[in-house]
């Protein structure tokens, strides 16, 4: 895929419906690890600013008590 985006690859084959692209795109196991790899890290980032953000909210029982 090299970080082209299936809709763009859709549009440039010509395809009328996604699931035609979708019929013919094989995605190496790598790139579904990149993906894993890419999610896994932004949601790691998310929890860790939520959390902070409860801490500094005084939410967390026993803060700020």
Not at 8 to 24: A, D, F, N
């Amino acid at each position: 895929m090299a970080g082209v985006d299936l809709t763009t690859v859709k549009e440039l084959l010509g395809h009328k419906s996604l699931t035609m692209t979708l019929r013919y795109a094989h995605l190496a196991p790598s790139h579904k690890a990149r993906a894993v790899e890419i999610l896994d890290n932004a949601l790691s980032i998310n929890l860790s600013a939520n959390y902070t953000k409860t801490i500094q909210s005084g939410m967390v029982r026993g803060v700020g008590s």
